[in-house]
């Protein structure tokens, strides 16, 4: 009998030792939460595909401006409205200025606006919507009431108003402000829900009985928490703050001459549709590219990081 106990003594140590270790049982060994998340993502071939295609615009925007033989405000009077052709690959505006070269430029400038609204509306909504939520009681209130406030005011209007005194190079970081500055309430109005049930969990209410401060719990311990959410809603709000930007260039309240957008040569392009259609086309093109590509990458993230999600198969 004891020879029996020290037998599966010994071969349950050994189970252990070969799971730290790795093991030869594929089921057993361990895996981060980081590579399951990549795996799981990698795995849905959407996904890769949006992210290979935002790959390829971002070098397009980067990059095309180096190797096009015209600069965006470099127009060429000898080619008004001129198709595709070997020096001006995407064509001209009947202005002369080359297309390819708007293009890149119009996208980078749209991806710069779209990125960094969204990553400051994220965590502007991430920091309120959390404290809203820890603090209780009046502070709740307060907090909820002045959410609610700020939902109802027309924000697509005082954008309008606020880049429309905006011109210059500078305008698009004025644009990049007023989205962000009205952009935030609906997300922490939803990460306030979300922090709800995490406020009440056994840590961080020991961290309030050990006198840790207000603001650490929320810094270490309910946005870390928060992070899949937040990360699915900075990709997803890219395309949201892009289609905001185009909008407002199309309607020439956005970004200004002599800068340029994607939205401002489809604002130039509807005018010469019948005439000069590739002016309207090449942006067209790109800026479905650059949201369809996003979009993916944000089912692809959501898949990935939910764990109850079968799309992505078994990690």
């Given at each position: 009998m004891a020879n029996t106990e020290l037998t599966v003594t010994a071969a349950t140590a050994a189970e252990v030792v070969a799971d730290e270790q790795g093991g030869d049982q594929p089921g057993l060994r361990?895996?981060?939460?980081?590579?399951?998340?990549?795996?799981?993502?990698?795995?849905?071939?959407?996904?890769?595909?949006?992210?290979?295609?935002?790959?390829?615009?971002?070098?397009?925007?980067?990059?095309?401006?180096?190797?096009?033989?015209?600069?965006?405000?470099?127009?060429?009077f000898l080619a008004l409205a001129q198709a595709p052709s070997a020096e001006h690959w995407?064509?001209?505006?009947?202005?002369?200025?080359?297309?390819?070269?708007?293009?890149?430029?119009?996208?980078g400038r749209s991806l710069l606006i779209g990125i960094l609204s969204s990553l400051a509306i994220t965590l502007v909504a991430a920091v309120i919507g959390t404290t809203v939520a820890f603090f209780e009681g009046v502070v709740e209130r307060i907090g909820m009431w002045i959410l609610d406030m700020l939902l109802v005011i027309p924000s697509f209007l005082l954008i309008a108003m606020i880049t429309r005194s905006a011109s210059g190079k500078g305008g698009w970081l004025v644009l990049t402000l007023a989205l962000t500055a009205f952009g935030w309430v609906g997300y922490a109005r939803v990460l306030r829900t979300l922090t709800l049930s995490l406020r009440e969990l056994d840590y961080v209410h020991a961290a309030r009985y050990m006198g840790v401060r207000s603001f650490t719990i929320i810094r270490r311990h309910l946005i870390p928490n928060l992070g899949s959410v937040l990360i699915i809603q900075t990709v997803l709000g890219v395309v949201g703050a892009v289609n905001s930007e185009t909008a407002l260039s199309f309607l020439g309240l956005g970004v200004k001459a002599p800068d340029?957008?994607?939205?401002?040569?489809?604002?130039?392009?509807?005018?010469?549709?019948?005439?000069?259609?590739?002016?309207?086309?090449?942006p067209s093109i790109f800026l479905v590219a650059l949201t369809f590509s996003m979009q993916l990458i944000g089912d692809g993230l959501r898949d990935a990081i939910d764990p109850y999600s079968r799309s992505g198969g078994k990690a």
């Open positions: 361990r895996t981060g939460r980081a590579t399951l998340i990549v795996r799981r993502f990698a795995r849905r071939r959407s996904a890769v595909a949006g992210l290979v295609l935002l790959g390829l615009l971002v070098l397009f925007a980067i990059f095309g401006p180096m190797i096009g033989q015209w600069a965006y405000d470099e127009p060429d995407f064509g001209t505006t009947t202005g002369g200025s080359d297309v390819f070269a708007l293009v890149a430029r119009g996208l340029t957008s994607l939205g401002t040569i489809l604002q130039a392009g509807q005018s010469v549709v019948l005439t000069s259609p590739w002016v309207l086309l090449a």
